[in-house]
């Protein structure tokens, strides 16, 4: 079973740059699809990024495309998510999630396994 530890979340002023990571343990994640998401207080979890198996195939949501960017490194068992420009809008806590499919998916229901989560907080 995988299990995943996110990390990299702070205090950042608007605009500035922030590098979230997940280290996966247990199985390798070079076959899963991996993902991003995050929910606001009050709000619902929402999806932010997706990236396929081989890393082929990536999906941004609307909010965040041209901002924020997945990629993973299979050999570290780890997933990355760089978020410039941020935003007010930007503050969540931010989960890693890993799918069976392999295949780049918005769909939370297909996330089986999920981290705890690492709060970001953009705010002057």
């Known amino acids: 079973q995988v299990q995943l530890v996110e990390s990299g979340g702070g205090l950042v002023q608007p605009g500035a740059s922030l590098r979230l990571s997940c280290v996966a343990s247990g199985p390798s994640i070079s076959s899963y699809t991996m993902g991003w998401f995050r929910q606001a207080p009050g709000e619902e979890r929402d999806f932010v990024a997706t990236i396929s198996r081989n890393g082929e195939s990536i999906i941004y949501d609307v909010s965040v495309k041209g901002r924020f960017t997945i990629s993973r490194d299979n050999g570290k068992n780890t997933v990355y998510l760089q978020m410039d420009s941020l935003r007010r809008e930007d503050t969540a806590v931010y989960y890693c999630?890993?799918?069976?499919?392999?295949?780049?998916?918005?769909?939370?229901?297909?996330?089986?396994?999920w981290g705890r989560g690492t709060q970001v907080t953009v705010s002057s």
């Open positions: 999630a890993a799918g069976d499919s392999g295949l780049a998916t918005m769909d939370v229901k297909r996330y089986a396994y």
